[in-house]
């Protein structure tokens, strides 16, 4: 059984039944819609993404995904940048490449320079997992996941902040207060306060190349499902109770569907639905030591999905044809009531599409903390068409001093989820699936030899 058809539960079952063959039966359960927190809504018949937008370019499982599926990436659609912080703009891209290096050293001195070398050390190194993953390697832990592939400095990045880690390489603190902060900002709607590995994970994909799915992202999570055959059931799972048969663990998943109430038993769970207080009322039974509720909390987050025209006067542009930005970042300045805004394309874009002028009505995509009210809406907008308001609780609510939670619940049972406490996004779910399919695998057939190895770069060496 796979609890929740998002990124993580069809990338699993996708998974399981490449390790366990076409034999493997997968029932995943889903309350919602299939894709999760990769979702549309609809404006004038076309439709936009209203969750997980972008992919970064070194993502190797989406990119598989998609090959594997017969997808094709969108068409990018060029837009410059600019951070605001309430009041002016801090840093404005332009269309020269060479200006807006010199931009940044002007303002930043070479921190810029430094916090690349900084991200790269460690995109390097998060890269051999998939090393790894193709020769079988598995990990019970995310302390030995990240021990392995960057030592203890890489458990230390989910103890420490961003904003320490940065300092400490010799990045500028107003670089931070200004860069950094919009960054983190508009993808995980936090502080610098956030963990350095996420951080870091968050920073390479605001510098590198991004990509979308042509038709909407989600169209992975049904593709897959589509593709290993899963028996997707329309139904709430409510908890999971232990049962034994011939010395071997049985497990009973608890459900409510549209009929009421069910259950079925399983030889192996994967609960991919996040497991805190403040998100599910899931109850575990039999389980000795009980299995507890994990500490933490996840992030509201509120996208809103706006058809109207720009007010561009409060961003310093009283003529509207003159404002030159496509998405637009902000500094963590107290009176700021959003958290980045974008002018979207739709997911379906043709050869001749444009993107609307500044002076036009437009679709934009605002990320705030809180639904905006209508002083608000007002404040960004001159006047709109239509607001559709989708609220997420998208990220864990990241503070340094926590432990990770566990990958193993118990023999067969596997939480997915607690990836997102090390960094969350859709490649960081799918390098999970991976590695919990493979953990599944190698503990069923008890080939321990491919589970938590030491010094793994060695031994992959050795066998290449």
Not at 260 to 279: E, I, N, R, W
Not at 390 to 412: C, F, G, M, R
């Amino acid at each position: 059984a796979v609890v929740g058809a998002g990124i993580g539960g069809s990338a699993v079952a996708y998974f399981l039944q490449q390790h366990f063959g076409p034999q493997v039966q997968l029932d995943v359960f889903e309350k919602g819609h299939v894709g999760g927190r990769l979702a549309t809504v609809t404006v004038n018949k076309q439709q936009y993404e209203s969750g997980g937008a972008s992919i970064h370019s070194l993502n190797l499982h989406m990119q598989d995904f998609v090959k594997v599926l017969g997808l094709k990436h969108r068409r990018e659609v060029a837009g410059k940048s600019a951070i605001f912080s309430g009041e002016h703009f801090v840093l404005e891209e332009t269309d020269w490449y060479l200006l807006n290096l010199f931009r940044l050293w002007w303002h930043y001195g070479i921190s810029f320079l430094r916090l690349q070398m900084w991200v790269e050390e460690v995109m390097e190194k998060f890269m051999r997992i998939y090393k790894y993953q193709a020769y079988g390697y598995a990990f019970s832990s995310l302390e030995e996941l990240l021990r392995s592939l960057g030592g203890e400095a890489f458990v230390n990045m989910t103890q420490r902040s961003v904003a320490e880690s940065l300092l400490e390489v010799g990045v500028t603190q107003r670089f931070v207060d200004d860069v950094i902060a919009a960054v983190l900002r508009s993808s995980y709607g936090q502080s610098v306060l956030v963990p350095a590995f996420a951080g870091a994970m968050s920073l390479a994909g605001a510098q590198g190349s991004t990509w979308a799915v042509e038709g909407g992202n989600k169209l992975v999570c049904s593709g897959l499902l589509k593709l290993t055959k899963a028996n997707v059931i329309p139904a709430r799972v409510t908890g999971v109770s232990l049962h034994s048969s011939e010395g071997r663990a049985l497990y009973q998943v608890h459900y409510e569907d549209g009929e009421g109430q069910g259950s079925g038993f399983y030889d192996m769970v994967v609960l991919t639905a996040p497991l805190h207080p403040s998100k599910s009322n899931f109850t575990f039974q039999n389980f000795e030591p009980p299995i507890s509720d994990f500490p933490g909390a996840f992030q509201p987050s509120v996208t809103s999905v706006v058809h109207g025209y720009l007010n561009s006067s409060y961003f310093g542009f009283p003529d509207p044809k003159l404002f030159p930005f496509a998405s637009i970042l902000t500094t963590d300045t107290p009176n700021l009531f959003f958290n980045a805004m974008d002018n979207i394309c739709p997911v379906n874009i043709s050869s001749a599409f444009r993107r609307k002028q500044p002076q036009e009505a437009a679709v934009w995509r605002v990320l705030s903390q809180q639904p905006l009210d209508k002083q608000q809406l007002k404040t960004l907008f001159r006047s709109y068409y239509s607001v559709q308001v989708t609220e997420w609780q998208a990220y864990p609510h990241y503070d340094a001093a926590k432990s990770l939670p566990p990958i193993v619940l118990h023999d067969n049972l596997f939480y997915l989820s607690s990836v997102e406490w090390v960094a969350s996004s859709m490649e960081m779910v799918a390098v999970a699936a991976k590695n919990v399919a493979l953990l599944a695998y190698n503990r069923w057939y008890q080939d321990l030899e491919k589970i938590d190895q030491k010094d793994l770069m060695h031994k992959v060496k050795t066998e290449l």
